[in-house]
């Protein structure tokens, strides 16, 4: 994958994005500022109120986001013919994500992904996590950072940057991990369909801290099919071997003549039955990949291409991995928007992150942050169009 598929414009836009530049004008509430509107999305069963911002850039891309889990509720993007539609599943009303919802949308924190046995070893003290994914710790544990409310603020600039910063405290013992951890989540929109997602965060203790975003997309717009036939390119020639819970196994592979290798742009459906022993523990993929990089700068991680409608998504990260996650475990009980049945891989997800379960893997990346550091990442999604015959 080029890195020339970012524009120019782009990559300046990025620039101010993770440095936080920029001429801003903040705003709290906002149906004023330019690009940003704010309205009621409901309230929590204990009378909390939560907020939807709507966020629209020159072109008429549109993210809309509720104060709940800091959670992506639509995404609207144009198809070849320009026409637009929603690109991530979820559900119309704020009832639906307290009920039923398998992570659409959210911010994933503190740990994003599996902890084994939800127990992790720190400077000689064992920390237990809650077991919600037996016998592992997932996404953060019971109550992670996609069941709280965010405090929002808004903002925009004369870069054609617009705007929505998510805080959260985390108290010391939250889900069982040490420290006070104070988070900002900055979800940014340009004029050139870009949406980056940057994560900054500090601590009072050593504790683990791995953030990430989990939309659940599908390019054919308002999930019409299951999303086989999307093209992908993974900018990964490793990826790391799970054992029968889904935990990494601590090697790192090498996905060449394997169903892993994305490398070259490849059906998402064209070996995902394949018979091999990781695609069965997956039930597909649900696989983290290593990205190829020599440093920590935001790099192409991904590409995908939906032939049909023509919505293309490029994914740039900071990250050292992403999690290729192929809705393996939709399985048809789930009603979203308008009602809609959400099948069987009717949705793949690309969670940039640190490796699963690092904490006790010491041959991995860390993930532990420490008092007076700061955790600071990016990810932008970058949303085109092939304007070519459908295929």
């Not at 549109?62 to 104060?67: D, V």
Request: proline content about 6%; glycine content about 10%.
């Amino acid at each position: 994958m080029s890195p020339t598929r970012l524009s120019f414009a782009i990559v300046g836009a990025l620039a101010f994005m993770l440095q936080g530049c920029g001429r801003a004008s903040p705003a709290n509430a906002s149906s004023t500022l330019r690009g940003v509107t704010k309205e009621s999305f409901g309230k929590l069963p204990d009378g909390t109120p939560v907020d939807l911002y709507t966020l629209r850039n020159a072109s008429g891309l549109e993210a809309r986001i509720m104060t709940y889990g800091g959670i992506i509720v639509s995404l609207k993007t144009p198809d070849r013919s320009g026409k637009l539609a929603d690109i991530v599943l979820g559900f119309d009303s704020l009832s639906g994500y307290l009920k039923d919802s398998p992570y659409f949308g959210a911010i994933i924190g503190r740990y994003e992904n599996r902890i084994a046995r939800g127990r992790f070893t720190l400077d000689g003290k064992t920390y237990q996590l809650p077991i919600n994914n037996a016998p592992n710790s997932l996404h953060g544990g019971t109550r992670g950072f996609d069941k709280v409310v965010w405090d929002a603020t808004t903002s925009s600039d004369d870069f054609g940057l617009v705007r929505l910063a998510l805080n959260h405290v985390s108290p010391d013992g939250d889900q069982g991990y040490p420290g006070t951890v104070r988070v900002q989540v900055t979800y940014t929109l340009t004029d050139s369909n870009a949406l980056a997602v940057t994560y900054r965060a500090t601590t009072d203790k050593a504790t683990p801290i791995n953030l990430s975003q989990h939309s659940y997309f599908n390019l054919t717009g308002d999930a019409q099919r299951d999303i086989l036939g999307h093209v992908l390119t993974l900018n990964a020639d490793r990826y790391t071997p799970v054992d029968t819970t889904l935990i990494p196994t601590g090697e790192i592979a090498s996905v060449a003549g394997t169903p892993f290798d994305f490398r070259s742009a490849t059906a998402i459906g064209a070996r995902i039955d394949a018979s091999d022993e990781q695609i069965r523990r997956g039930r597909g993929y649900d696989h983290n990949f290593v990205l190829t990089r020599t440093d920590s700068v935001l790099v192409p991680a991904a590409h995908v291409l939906e032939p049909t409608s023509g919505r293309t998504m490029d994914v740039y990260t900071e990250q050292p991995g992403v999690q290729f996650y192929t809705g393996n475990f939709l399985d048809g009980t789930i009603h979203g928007k308008s009602g809609r049945v959400y099948g069987r891989r009717f949705a793949f997800c690309l969670e940039t992150q640190h490796y699963p379960d690092s904490p006790n893997k010491p041959q991995f990346p860390s993930t532990i942050l420490r008092p007076g550091e700061t955790f600071s990442s990016g990810t932008v999604f970058v949303f085109g169009r092939d304007t070519s015959a459908a295929r």
